[in-house]
């Protein structure tokens, strides 16, 4: 089995900065992409930001120029650093990480429990 365990979230105020860090752990041979997903409570989750393996990387509209997404693949572990949080940016983040079990090498969505992240004014 594969677990991914996110840290880092927390309370805020607007225009400060948090961290998020997921790792994955268990029988893991590869990882694919890499990614961090929110989601509010009667909205459908969202994609924030996803890495390659390579290291390409994607965001929403709404985090470009302020969230950075990083990954230490020797530690199977996939960053979110967030700067000039807003309101709207309050939500619960979740990990996401495509991960292949053996070398048959094919890739299964495993997801991390969630880390709530509150913005205040």
């Known amino acids: 089995q594969v677990q991914l365990v996110e840290s880092g979230g927390g309370l805020v105020q607007a225009g400060g900065s948090l961290r998020l860090s997921c790792a994955a752990s268990g029988s893991i041979f590869s990882i694919n992409a890499m990614g961090w997903y929110r989601q509010v409570p009667g909205k459908q989750r969202e994609l924030v930001a996803v890495?390659?393996?390579?290291?390409?990387?994607n965001y929403a509209d709404s985090v470009k120029g302020r969230f950075t997404i990083s990954r230490d693949n020797a530690k199977s572990t996939v960053y979110l650093q967030m700067n000039s949080l807003k309101r709207e940016d309050t939500a619960v983040y979740y990990c996401n990480a495509e991960v292949a079990v053996s070398r048959v090498l094919v890739f299964y969505n495993y997801w991390g429990q969630g880390t709530q992240v509150t913005v205040s004014s």
């Open positions: 890495i390659t393996s390579g290291g390409s990387t």
